[in-house]
């Protein structure tokens, strides 16, 4: 995204929450940290003149989509969130979903097995009544505390991962179950694809509900609400 709005001429920011502490570098300058609650983000909104917002957050990062709306509302500025299509599960899953991530701890409630926990590094501790299971946790950033998990393995890689790689890390480890955010996309699809292929169970953690706002799943269609918008300043 960040590309496509550089080459069509346009000036942007790119706005990092701070969860990893390593980001890619863009070709938008970018700036890292939170806006300071709703009130905060129409004070930026106003004082850099921004005229298009393109919500581009994680589908988990619910807090940060409510709050970009609501600032967006106050301050009339248009507003665009470009989401990832959700995944659906097809015939030979095994998905039990839950609700949010206390589900999923409640769903861990069972004897021991083997765990690929896929839910990032911020959601470790929530699953900390459940050690009896020996977890593998694959993770952007190495942990900053260890893990509340007395039997556990941590594996710090970034993706896009393949199905087959995937496939081969479950077997190495003799994982038994899988639990993910449904996020959505190609770029976390291989763990899904892979249990599939090996018959595992999945915990599926549903998507928190949205505010109402305009959605989008490419690139091409938020150039177009753009360009539609009559955008010729900025994002």
């Given at each position: 995204m960040a590309n496509a709005v550089a080459q069509a001429g346009m000036t942007g920011t790119v706005s990092f929450a701070g969860r990893v502490e390593r980001p890619k570098r863009q070709r938008l300058p970018q700036r890292i940290g939170g806006f300071g609650g709703v009130d905060g983000l129409v004070h930026h909104l106003r004082e850099h003149k921004?005229?298009?917002?393109?919500?581009?957050?994680?589908?988990?990062?619910?807090?940060?989509?409510?709050?970009?709306?609501?600032?967006?509302?106050?301050?009339?500025?248009?507003?665009?969130?470009?989401?990832?299509?959700?995944?659906?599960?097809?015939?030979?899953?095994?998905?039990?979903?839950?609700?949010?991530?206390?589900?999923?701890?409640?769903?861990?409630?069972?004897?021991?097995?083997?765990?690929?926990?896929?839910?990032?590094?911020?959601?470790?501790?929530?699953?900390?009544?459940?050690?009896?299971?020996?977890?593998?946790?694959?993770?952007?950033?190495?942990?900053?505390?260890?893990?509340?998990?007395?039997?556990?393995?941590v594996l710090v890689s970034r993706g896009p991962f393949t199905e087959a790689d995937d496939a081969a890390l479950m077997r190495a480890h003799d994982i038994s179950l899988v639990v993910s955010k449904n996020a959505g996309g190609t770029g976390a699809y291989a763990k899904i694809a892979a249990a599939r292929r090996l018959q595992l169970p999945v915990i599926m953690i549903d998507r928190p509900p949205m505010p109402p706002r305009t959605e989008a799943h490419s690139v091409a269609e938020v150039l177009a609400w753009i360009s539609h918008a009559g955008a010729d300043l900025g994002v």
């Open positions: 921004i005229t298009h917002v393109i919500d581009a957050t994680h589908p988990f990062a619910a807090q940060m989509s409510h709050n970009a709306v609501a600032a967006c509302t106050a301050a009339d500025v248009p507003l665009i969130a470009w989401t990832r299509a959700p995944w659906a599960a097809q015939d030979a899953d095994q998905w039990t979903h839950v609700p949010d991530i206390a589900g999923a701890v409640t769903a861990l409630a069972q004897p021991a097995t083997r765990v690929m926990l896929a839910v990032g590094r911020m959601h470790l501790n929530a699953f900390a009544p459940n050690p009896q299971h020996t977890y593998l946790l694959r993770l952007v950033d190495p942990p900053r505390v260890p893990p509340p998990f007395p039997h556990h393995h």
